[in-house]
């Protein structure tokens, strides 16, 4: 397919939902460590405006990345918002005035901040939420019912049309799905951190969409240079053989590379849409840790 079309193809999450699997991170629009206004306000409105230029139909973001300032500069550049455009929202952490993410998981914070993702994008409802409960890249045990019941009751209030859970395990994900279906899981995964191997598997034959963050996370010195002897190989980036590559690895992953540059998204919707051969599949998955 052709980067106007459908980058990556496209995934089914349910009658409603149907993502391009070559998606679009907004995090890195905001200011330095996703805090404050960007230093180039008009830049972050073109960015935004060529992720539908290009095809993606699919906008990762949260409220919290700002606070508040990703979500009003997708308002800005895109609102009224074409028909075919998705906006995944994420919720279950806050920002304090040094900039620090600390988790925002009790029944009023959770609402309150459905309400500002609702006003900030300008909607009624929010196509789907991420309940977002575990640590930086990977997920804390226990449980989290009770979070997600309030997520379940917005739904059922029509404030929200799907839910999804972010840095979990897969003990969490079925807590979740006890209580109401999910559409998506967005944990920590890439080439050199495969501990989600079977948890992808089962969402897959479940339907439900795995969305990787950190494509190029957690690499060792090692690893770092296969991939980009690779990269070198194709007359790529390691960027690109990345994203190529977790694509293929499962139908029902789902991208959301962040850039706050036009010319390094067009590079990735190019690397989304590029077959890796056989052999480089099979050197870079001996590279896993």
């Known amino acids: ?63 919290y990345y700002g606070p508040h300032i990703t979500n009003q500069l997708i308002k800005e550049a895109l609102h009224p918002y074409p028909k075919q455009l998705r906006i995944i929202t994420k919720v279950g952490a806050l920002r304090d005035a040094e900039g620090n993410w600390p988790q925002a998981l009790a029944p009023d914070q959770l609402r309150q901040v459905v309400h500002d993702n609702l006003t900030n994008l300008g909607v009624e409802a929010l ?29 059922q209030a029509g404030l929200i049309k799907h839910l999804g859970v972010s840095t979990v395990t897969a003990e969490q994900v079925a807590e979740v799905q006890s209580i109401a279906p999910i559409v998506c899981v967005q944990n920590f995964y890439n080439i050199a951190n495969r501990q ?31 991939l980009s002897s690779m990269a070198t190989r194709l007359k790529t980036t390691p960027m690109a053989v990345a994203l190529a590559w977790l694509l293929q690895r499962s139908p029902n992953i789902l991208l959301i590379p962040g850039t706050s540059s036009v010319e390094h998204l067009r590079e990735n919707v190019a690397g989304a849409n590029q077959q890796l051969p056989n052999d480089a599949i099979k050197e870079l998955n001996a590279i896993a840790g």
Request: charged share 15%; no cysteine; proline share 8%.
């Open 127 to 155: 196509d789907a939420v991420n309940l977002r409960v575990g640590g930086f890249d990977s997920p804390t045990p226990g449980l989290i019912a009770e979070p997600f019941s309030v997520l379940a009751e917005l739904q």
């Open 1 to 63: 397919m052709t980067p106007n079309t459908s980058p990556g193809g496209t995934f089914k999450l349910a009658d409603d939902l149907t993502l391009t699997r070559m998606g679009y991170g907004a995090m890195q629009l905001a200011g330095p460590h996703v805090f404050g206004p960007p230093a180039d306000h008009d830049g972050a409105l073109s960015v935004l405006r060529e992720v539908v230029k290009l095809g993606i139909t699919h906008i990762d973001t949260s409220d």
């Open 196 to 226: 989600d191997d079977l948890l992808i598997d089962s969402l897959a034959e479940q339907g439900i969409a795995y969305v990787p963050y950190f494509p190029l996370g957690g690499f060792s010195l090692l690893q770092s240079g296969t």
